[in-house]
């Protein structure tokens, strides 16, 4: 997949919206390495207040909390998924979303774009956010 530039996405104003409402994060290629970014995102992100969910296909714990397989596995409301995978990959992440009804946002990290994914989420009700750093965008707010 070649680079794509958002044609949808959340401004600020939408972006401060999304924080406030949301209490849990559940952050889809959580690394269990210190030195990655969704590392550091999510220690940043559970600094903030805010209970992450750990989804990536090895370990039992990160930052001490459980791991999940996939978003379907976990059993518990989740107001956000914050993703950190590949561009050919966030099309299934989305479809898995669409499944529940608890989501109210799913978000791509820096680099990140899915466009037909996005519109999908978009068009089921669910705000979106691409190409953008939910540390930066909390801690430039907040």
């Not at 459980?66 to 978003?71: F, N, Q």
Request: proline letters at 4%.
């Amino acid at each position: 997949m070649e680079c794509e530039f958002p044609s949808v996405n959340s401004n600020n104003e939408e972006i401060i919206e999304i924080f406030n409402n949301t209490k849990t994060i559940a952050i889809a290629g959580l690394s269990p390495n210190e030195e990655k970014a969704s590392n550091r995102v999510a220690k940043y992100l559970q600094s903030a207040g805010f209970k992450i969910v750990p989804v990536y296909p090895k370990e039992d714990e990160i930052l001490g909390e459980k791991v999940y397989r996939t978003i379907s596995e976990i059993p518990f409301e989740i107001d956000m998924v914050d993703i950190f995978r590949k561009p050919d990959a966030i099309a299934a992440i989305v479809d898995e979303v669409l499944k529940r009804d608890d989501v109210k946002c799913v978000w791509t990290q820096l680099g990140l774009v899915n466009n037909e994914a996005a519109q999908k989420a978009k068009d089921a009700g669910l705000k979106v956010v691409q190409n953008k750093c939910t540390k930066i965008e909390h801690a430039n707010n907040f």
